[in-house]
């Protein structure tokens, strides 16, 4: 446990020395020191704490095995490990209990799983599936691909000027014709957290489940899956501090266990002959082959991390670097931050005009500062704003005011270079 | 580091990434194929005249970044009144000049073409900005090869 979470305030500098990259600097020549990085960059992928690298270097270095076969005794140690993450992701989306947790590669493929097992089974053509204009395309594409096999309809959900999403619309897109709600819990591109228990009570009063891509708000706040009424429930662990390759899949037990497998393999089933196979229960079902264990490990360790942060302070201290960040950019001249939604997630995304992102990226990343260029991955949005790509500037735990300071000093800097 | 910015956003860069030369759609065209950047949502449509095997008019139209803007602009200057043979080399000559630091020979260009391309060759000590400055170069070379995309995935 680290020495800083023993203080009550926040203590970013004690935090940031957890993180081994963010002392590195950028750029340096021969002769010539680099510039100091500022990672503005953790809704792409958020930087990692010593406590995960080394979690998972033990884990390899001492209990490493394969897991849920073999007698011996390295696969009991490093099974009891592994499925005592899964004990602990229950805890963390405070899930009824762990038989409702499944393990995939990835948000996107936990998406896929529920659009490819749930959709296949029990979607028909003419049936339809509500989406948000704020989706990243993870939580598009999978259901077009449902669209182009089972010809369901896809309806979207639009967001205001600011970004909220509008849920008077959402409440006209209801009908018998529903089958599915999608939506992001918080925007990538906007920062907006969208009401997710309304949009679940709406949806159920119907009969209607309801999925939440969580990819960027279990890392902002805390999620309650019961309190939210979530039927499905996805994130990711390279967002959350953790490593790569490796997604969650909430999902209600009733639902999971009326779900026909995603992939067909080892360790999903009970028994195998060429007459037929029968299938283990959830979440074994939706786990074939070997996974990620080593990364599952150190999913542990990141939410052992931010737990012992405090996740409520953790919210604080990004909630002070949201505002003061959005008020320094707000003097810059010409400078337009796309989502303002109230209460929205530390996520900051512009353009500024006469200079296109692209350029605005490669001169600030001189300056040591990592930001985000493009659309987004989320093309319908960046339409629907008229702006074509933006710069997306992202903060996280470990991120400072000064860092903040040292974003605008680059813009500043981009518009002197471009006469903007 | 900042001579590096330099090197990559030339004054002649920021100028025609501004004021971008033959931004238009000919009313004569008969050949034109689209250029696009998935990454950064660039796009551009090239805009031929070919006659007898003779580019007689190139334009463009679309959005990007300063780099390929001023790439598409320049490109336009560079390639009009050639022969199709002639734009696919100094595609080819550009080519290289952005992603090698060695590039071959160049053969018979001239000196003052030679410097034009040079121009953009900063984007070396750039690798993610390479598919800006070619995008519209792709685009020309498959609108010469009668193909109506060239995605920059495939660069």
């Known amino acids: 446990m680290p020495d800083a979470i023993l203080n009550q305030a926040y203590d970013v500098q004690r935090v940031r020395d957890d993180f081994p990259i963010l002392a590195r600097s950028v750029h340096a020549r021969k002769g010539k020191p680099g510039k100091p990085l500022v990672y503005l960059d953790s809704g792409a992928s958020a930087q990692k704490p010593r406590q995960v690298i080394q979690a998972m270097t033990r884990f390899l270095e001492e209990d490493y095995s394969n897991i849920h076969r073999g007698v011996h005794f390295l696969s009991q140690t490093a099974t009891d490990q592994f499925e005592a993450v899964r004990t602990k992701v229950a805890r963390f989306l405070n899930a009824p209990n762990d038989r409702c947790i499944v393990f995939t590669r990835s948000s996107t493929e936990a998406i896929n799983l529920v659009a490819a097992s749930y959709g296949r089974t029990f979607l028909r053509e003419g049936d339809e599936v509500i989406l948000s204009i704020m989706e990243h395309h993870a939580n598009i594409v999978p259901w077009q691909l449902l669209q182009a096999e089972k010809k369901i309809v896809i309806k979207v959900v639009p967001c205001d000027d600011d970004g909220v999403f509008d849920l008077n619309a959402y409440k006209d897109l209801l009908s018998d014709r529903t089958k599915l709600v999608a939506v992001t819990h918080c925007s990538n591109v906007l920062g907006t957290v969208t009401p997710a228990k309304a949009i679940a009570t709406l949806a159920h009063e119907r009969g209607i489940p309801v999925l939440f891509d969580g990819s960027q708000a279990v890392v902002h706040g805390t999620v309650d899956v019961q309190d939210i009424d979530a039927d499905f429930y996805v994130f990711t662990a390279h967002k959350l501090y953790g490593p790569t390759g490796l997604g969650v899949l909430y999902g209600k037990y009733d639902l999971l266990k009326r779900m026909p497998p995603y992939q067909g393999g080892g360790d999903m089933i009970e028994s195998v002959s060429f007459d037929g196979t029968t299938f283990k229960a959830p979440p074994s079902r939706f786990e074939a082959g070997t ?128 006469g903007a | 580091m900042m001579d590096d910015l330099r090197e990559l956003y030339q004054e002649v860069i920021l100028d025609h990434g501004k004021h971008p030369r033959n931004f238009r759609h000919p009313d004569d065209s008969n050949r034109e194929a689209k250029g696009e950047n998935p990454m950064c949502g660039d796009r551009f449509m090239v805009y031929l005249t070919l006659k007898d095997g003779v580019v007689e008019d190139v334009a463009f139209q679309g959005r990007g970044c300063a780099i390929s803007t001023a790439s598409a602009s320049m490109m336009t200057e560079l390639v009009r009144g050639r022969t199709a043979e002639e734009a696919e080399k100094l595609f080819h000559v550009f080519h290289e000049l952005c992603t090698k630091d060695d590039p071959e020979p160049h053969g018979d260009i001239d000196d003052e073409t030679m410097e034009k391309l040079m121009v953009m060759s900063g984007v070396r000590q750039f690798p993610v900005r390479v598919k800006c400055a070619t995008l519209a170069w792709h685009a020309m070379d498959a609108a010469l090869h009668g193909e109506a995309t060239a995605s920059s995935d495939q660069f």
């Open chain 1, 291 to 418: 996974p990620p264990i080593t990364e599952v490990i150190g999913l542990g360790a990141a939410i052992d991390y931010v737990e012992a942060l405090g996740r409520d302070a953790i919210a604080a201290h990004e909630h002070d670097l949201l505002h003061y960040a959005t008020q320094q950019l707000s003097q810059v001249d010409g400078l337009r931050i796309i989502g303002t939604a109230p209460g929205k997630g530390p996520i900051i995304s512009f353009a500024l005009e006469g200079v296109h992102p692209h350029d605005v990226g490669t001169i600030v990343d001189q300056y040591g500062v990592a930001v985000r260029v493009g659309r987004h991955c989320a093309e319908p949005l960046a339409e629907r704003f008229d702006v074509g790509p933006t710069v997306r500037a992202s903060f996280g735990l470990y991120n400072t005011r000064e860092e903040a300071d040292a974003l605008v000093a680059s813009v500043q800097a981009v518009k002197e270079f471009f």
